[in-house]
């Protein structure tokens, strides 16, 4: 069976500072993957998703960027966060069907 | 289109009583359409799912209905339950030069009262 391993759970980071945000998935071959962003009681954002090694589509213009450096791992990376990035992050694959989300990552900038 | 800034609208519903969560979506080269459930703190859950060449489709105390002319989409929670509150999103799997990108409609907070 597949399943999808998002880490870390929680995060707490300074302004300026440096992110990287790490999903792997099993079970699955060349899935589609996903990053979301929910801030508190919004709904969810699609930041990038991903069809394949080294391929990256961005939806919308931010200080984050994400890496598919292999078949089932996804990365999301910031140089420096701000404040605005606090958020839930949820990391998804999908082989063209019903996306499979991760437990996700809680973000909080201070 | 997506509205991820808003607070989602509510349905506040007795236990017992039948629910519908309603969504609207913009692209009609979607083909494939899904709902959600995501309680606090986790990451959303699938329900149920529905293709473009069908109109309804039911689960397990769960219909979808989806009506292609005014792109509309509905989830049907009979006898609703105080563990089926959560928040409802619905998702369309939208088509774009060759890829395809799972989009989240805005959600709905769904509260049973016992």
């Known amino acids: 069976s597949q399943t999808i391993h998002q880490w870390p759970a929680t995060l707490v980071q300074p302004v300026g500072s440096p992110l990287s945000l790490e999903c792997t998935v099993e079970?699955?071959?060349?899935?589609?993957l996903y990053w979301y962003r929910q801030a508190a009681g919004r709904g969810l954002q699609l930041l990038f998703y991903?069809?394949?090694?080294?391929?990256i589509s961005s939806e919308v213009p931010q200080n984050l960027s994400a890496s598919r450096p292999q078949d089932r791992q996804f990365i999301l990376s910031s140089k420096k966060l701000l404040l605005s990035d606090s958020g839930f992050y949820l990391c998804?694959?999908?082989?063209?069907?019903?996306?499979?989300f991760g437990p996700g990552t809680r973000l909080l900038v201070l | 289109g997506e509205s991820v800034g808003l607070h989602l609208p509510t349905l506040s519903v007795q236990e017992g009583d039948n629910s519908i969560i309603n969504c609207a979506y913009s692209?009609?080269?979607?083909?494939?359409f899904i709902w959600y459930k995501q309680e606090s703190g986790k990451g959303p859950q699938f329900i149920i799912d529905?293709?473009?060449?069908?109109d309804k489709r039911q689960g397990q105390r769960v219909t979808v209905l989806l009506n292609k002319t005014v792109k509309h989409l509905s989830l049907q929670i009979a006898a609703t339950q105080p563990g089926d509150s959560a928040v409802y999103f619905c998702?369309?799997?939208?088509?774009?030069?060759?890829?395809?990108?799972?989009?989240f409609g805005k959600g709905t907070k769904l509260t049973v009262n016992p």
């Open positions: 991903s069809v394949g090694i080294g391929q």
């Open positions: 998702a369309e799997n939208r088509r774009q030069g060759g890829s395809e990108k799972l989009v």
């Open positions: 529905i293709r473009s060449n069908m």
């Open positions: 079970g699955t071959s060349n899935p589609n």
């Open positions: 692209n009609s080269a979607s083909d494939y």
């Open positions: 998804a694959w999908s082989d063209g069907g019903q996306g499979n």
